[in-house]
Nanobody, 111 residues
Framework: VQLQASGGGSVQPGGSLRLSCAAS????????IGWFRQAPGREREAVAC????????YVADSVKGRFTISRDNAKNTMYLQMNSLKPEDTAVYYC?????WGQGTQVTVSS
């Protein structure tokens, strides 16, 4: 099983990025999926998730209205669209199926 995250980078405040996470060996459509992040000196926190039971979406209050989680079952890939980025969004972002984790991709928001 492999989750390959990509799309991170450096962006100015107010900018946008789209993270992708391509899965192999596991079907994202059959599992709960999510994005977590970890900033230096802080614990890993959930950003957005999609339930495997009924497809409902959870989005952390800190990113609500700015971030959107989605998945393309045909491509077996999940996404995190991040708009109106803020410096406090700077972190390493991880994709997960709750059992398996990707390697993380760095997002840096700075002027």
């Amino acid at each position: 099983v492999q989750l390959q995250a990509s799309g991170g980078g450096s962006v100015q405040p107010g900018g946008s990025l789209r993270l992708s996470c391509a899965a192999s060996g596991v079907s994202l459509g059959d599992n709960a999926i999510g994005w977590f992040r970890q900033a230096p000196g802080r614990e890993r926190e959930a950003v957005a998730c999609i339930s495997s039971v009924d497809g409902t979406t959870y989005v952390a209050d800190s990113v609500k209205g700015r971030f959107t989680i989605s998945r393309d079952n045909a491509k077996n890939t999940m996404y995190l669209q991040m708009n109106s980025l803020k410096p406090e969004d700077t972190a390493v972002y991880y994709c997960t199926t709750s059992v398996y984790w990707g390697q993380g991709t760095q997002v840096t928001v700075s002027s």
